[in-house]
Every structure is written in structure tokens, then in C-alpha cells.
């Protein structure tokens, strides 16, 4: 442990000048941690004119926002966001350093970390405080078979978190903070953005409505029933782990422990056994629905509605019924 590093500090994602949500959940725990060790929140956001959105950091728990405004800064530019946040880091010290395990933060905490000598666990699906105050970063490891607990002895401490496993704050205009503004080091970059495209593709984490199919599918071909389903409803498509193995859809569409982590307002099962890896990444779902013909599957366990019944039969009707409503 160093004495001179105090504190915990969130890097919080933008993209567009919109925070990323990950950064509030981020405050969330940070406030919960923060509590603990009687310590203080701090954010430190990079961007370009983002008005009043940098409050909404301070309405999400962070009691100092550091700010660093410059036209560079407004999209990702690894060298030039890599370069102002180990400023920013070596002169306030803070001693812990979260950041959002998108693919933003995925790839910029590695180049923080190796640039401040420091440790950095990846992937984190959960935080506590150990008996010396330390970060006990908890992530999957080993294909998901144990759980790794591990702290760092170097400070900063810093760990990229996954989205959707922490919980916000309410957000709550009354929230009294600081906004702290710091001067950008621009440096020369590689990168110039010529133009923007969408990657496409899906983002599962951030669907309001997800139909999963599991292995209670017969074939590949038929996980169209699934993804009709979905298109009838607005909503994409996610899967369990056999059916990535299997090569029917792609690791992005994965839900559970050693895929996404999920919580749309409706999550629809079909086929799925609700095994404890599956059930890690969707129970915290608003509304989950099961179609499963074996009455006594987990899954109907963390369900709040069940169809005991053969998918075959039943999700042709169901599908036929919501475009009837759409
Ligand atoms: C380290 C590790 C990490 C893992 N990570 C993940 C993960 O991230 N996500 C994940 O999903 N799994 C994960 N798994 C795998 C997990 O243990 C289960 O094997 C998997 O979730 C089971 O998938 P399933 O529910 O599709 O298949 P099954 O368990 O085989 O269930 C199929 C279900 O379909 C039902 N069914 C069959 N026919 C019909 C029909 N005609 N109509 C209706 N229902 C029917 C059956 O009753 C059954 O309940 C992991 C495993 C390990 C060891």
C-alpha cells in the first residue's frame, strides 16, 4: 500500500458526448466502496463541449468530476486518452481506478496500466473490500470454473468492470459536486478519423427484449423459430453456451457466465434448462418468461410467467400473435 494515493476514481465513457451508462454503475459501487473506506468519488471525463452532461456524473454519485475538454478528446484516441488520464492519475493519486469493460475500456486500460507500472484485473463481475482496505477484484477465470479473487499491490488499483453487473444510483439532481476543469496535453496521434460507420451487429446488453434459444432446439435451421420470434417482437436474439459450441450463432449472442450479462425488460427462454452459468447472466432480467416441456427445468425457478410445452408448438403461435399486435 502507498499512502500518497487516496481515493477512488471512475473513468467515465462517452461516446457522442452521451456518457456511456457503464460509468454510473461504475459511481454506483464506487459510492458503496467509497462508504466503506470513508474515502472520496471521484470521475474523470474526456470530451469536447459536453455541457451539462458532465453534471449528470455528480447526479450519479461522483462528488469531484476532473474534466478535460479539448476538440482531440470529443472520439476514442487511445494515445491522446491514454496520455491525459495517466496525467491526470499521477497528480491526484487516486487509489483505486475502475473503468468500464466496453470495448472502449478494454482497450485503453491495459496501455493506462502498463503506462503507470501498475496491476489491472480484467473483466470484473464484482468488487468488494478486503480486510485492509484492499480491492478485491473478483472476476471468472480458468473458462469460468473458479472464481479468481485478486488484489493489487501496486497503485493505482485498476480494474475494467463489466456492464451490467453493477447498480447505479438513482439519479438525483439535489446531488451536490465539483466539477474540477484540467487543461488537455494533446500529443501526436496515428489516428485520424476519416469518417463514422456503424459496425452493426448486435448489442445484446443493451436490448429491452431478448428470446434465448437453448438446446431444446432440434437443429441449427431452427433457430429461426427463435429469431422470428424476436423480429415479431422488437427484440434480438440471445443463446446458451451449447448452442455458441455448436456454431448456430456467434459468442456475441451468449449469454451467461462466460457471456453477456443481461437485464432487458422481457427475456424470453425457450428451450433453455436454466443451468447456474446460464441463470448468472440474465436473472436480474425485468420479466423473464420460460417455454420449456420439462415442467421441473430451473429455469421456471426465476421465471415469473412458464409455458410447460413443446417450443415447436408453441412459439409459432406466440410469434403469430405478436405480429398480430405490432
Ligand atoms: C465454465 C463454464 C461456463 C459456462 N458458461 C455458460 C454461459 O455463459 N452460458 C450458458 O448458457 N451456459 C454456460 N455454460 C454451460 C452450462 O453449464 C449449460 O450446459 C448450458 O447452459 C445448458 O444449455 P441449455 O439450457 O441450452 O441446454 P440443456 O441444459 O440441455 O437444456 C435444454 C432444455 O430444453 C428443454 N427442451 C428440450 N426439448 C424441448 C422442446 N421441444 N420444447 C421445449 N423445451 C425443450 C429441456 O427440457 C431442457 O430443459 C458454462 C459451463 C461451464 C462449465
Not at 446458451?240 to 443481461?262: A, C, L, M, Y
Not at 447456474?276 to 429455469?299: E, F
Amino acid at each position: 500500500m502507498n499512502a500518497d494515493y487516496k481515493g477512488l476514481m471512475v473513468f467515465a465513457e462517452q461516446r457522442e458526448g452521451k456518457i456511456h451508462p457503464v460509468s454510473y454503475e461504475l459511481l454506483g459501487k464506487g459510492t458503496e466502496i467509497a462508504k466503506k473506506l470513508g474515502i472520496e468519488v471521484s470521475a474523470l471525463l474526456l470530451g469536447s463541449n459536453m455541457g451539462d452532461e458532465v453534471k449528470e456524473l455528480i447526479y450519479y454519485g461522483a462528488q469531484k468530476v476532473y474534466y478535460i475538454d479539448n476538440p482531440v478528446l470529443r472520439d476514442f484516441d487511445v494515445l491522446n486518452y491514454k496520455h491525459n488520464i495517466c496525467r491526470l492519475v499521477n497528480e491526484v493519486k487516486p487509489e483505486t481506478l475502475l473503468v468500464g469493460a466496453t470495448h472502449l475500456g478494454r482497450s485503453l486500460a491495459p496501455r493506462v496500466a502498463s503506462a503507470l507500472s501498475t496491476g489491472l484485473t480484467a473483466d470484473c463481475t464484482s468488487l468488494e473490500v478486503g480486510d485492509e482496505g484492499n480491492l478485491i477484484q473478483i472476476r471468472p477465470a480458468f473458462s469460468g470454473n473458479i472464481l479468481a479473487h485478486i488484489w493489487t499491490t501496486t497503485r493505482p488499483q485498476m480494474a475494467t468492470v463489466r456492464y451490467k453487473v453493477m447498480q447505479k444510483l438513482a439519479r438525483d439532481a439535489s446531488r451536490k459536486g465539483e466539477i474540477v476543469r484540467k487543461d488537455a496535453a494533446i500529443v501526436d496521434s496515428v489516428l485520424k478519423i476519416v469518417s463514422k460507420e456503424s459496425a452493426g451487429g448486435v448489442n445484446i446488453a443493451e436490448a429491452d427484449v431478448i428470446v434465448c434459444g437453448g438446446r431444446g432446439l432440434k437443429s441449427a435451421a431452427d433457430f429461426s423459430l427463435i429469431k422470428d420470434l424476436a423480429d415479431a417482437m422488437g427484440g434480438v436474439v440471445g443463446c446458451t453456451r451449447p448452442i455458441v459450441d455448436d456454431g448456430w450463432v456467434g459468442k456475441e449472442h451468449q449469454v451467461g457466465f462466460s457471456g453477456n450479462t443481461v437485464k432487458p425488460k422481457l427475456y424470453v427462454a425457450v428451450g433453455v434448462s436454466g443451468s447456474p452459468q446460464h441463470l448468472a447472466g440474465m436473472r436480474d432480467s425485468d420479466v423473464i418468461l420460460a417455454i420449456n416441456a420439462d415442467p421441473s427445468a430451473p429455469i421456471f425457478k426465476v421465471a415469473d410467467y412458464g409455458i410447460v410445452g413443446d417450443l415447436y408448438e408453441v412459439l409459432p403461435k406466440l410469434t403469430a400473435e405478436a405480429k398480430r399486435r405490432s
